[in-house]
Nanobody, 124 residues
Framework: QVQLVESGGGLVQAGGSLRLSCAAS????????MGWFRQAPGKERDFVASISWGGSRIYYADSVKGRFTISRDNAKNTVYLQMNSLKPEDTAVYYC?????????????????WGQGTQVTVSS
C-alpha cells in the first residue's frame, strides 16, 4: 500500500507561482512513474504532467507546456510540480498519482495510487 500526500496549494493571483509537493511512503517510490492531474467542480479529471521513475521521460498537457515543470527527488520520495504564470483556468484540485508499472500514462485509470488532492485557486 502506497500513501501519497500533496501540499503547497493555495490562493494566488494570475501570473503568480506555486510549487506543489507530493510525498510518498509505503512503496518503492524510485521505481514508480508519477503523475499530476487536476479536476475542477463538475468536470473530469485531466492530465497535467508525468515523469518516469528515472526522470528520462516527461510529458505535459498542452495547456501547461512552458509554464509548469514536473520533477522528482527519489532520495526524498517526493515529486514536485512547479507552476508559473498561473491563469484562472488553472484553478482546480490537484492530485498526484503513482504508477507501479512505470508507464507514465496520461490516463487516470492506469494509476495505482492517489493522493487526497490540494486546492489551487488563481484569481484574476
Amino acid at each position: 500500500q502506497v500513501q501519497l500526500v500533496e501540499s503547497g496549494g493555495g490562493l494566488v493571483q494570475a501570473g503568480g507561482s506555486l510549487r506543489l509537493s507530493c510525498a510518498a511512503s509505503g512503496g518503492t517510490f524510485s521505481r514508480y512513474a508519477m503523475g499530476w492531474f487536476r479536476q475542477a467542480p463538475g468536470k473530469e479529471r485531466d492530465f497535467v504532467a508525468s515523469i518516469s521513475w528515472g526522470g528520462s521521460r516527461i510529458y505535459y498537457a498542452d495547456s501547461v507546456k512552458g509554464r509548469f515543470t514536473i520533477s522528482r527527488d527519489n532520495a526524498k520520495n517526493t515529486v514536485y510540480l512547479q507552476m508559473n504564470s498561473l491563469k484562472p483556468e488553472d484553478t482546480a484540485v490537484y492530485y498526484c498519482a503513482a504508477d507501479s508499472a512505470n508507464r507514465d500514462t496520461k490516463t487516470p485509470s492506469e494509476y495505482d495510487y492517489w493522493g487526497q488532492g490540494t486546492q489551487v485557486t488563481v484569481s484574476s
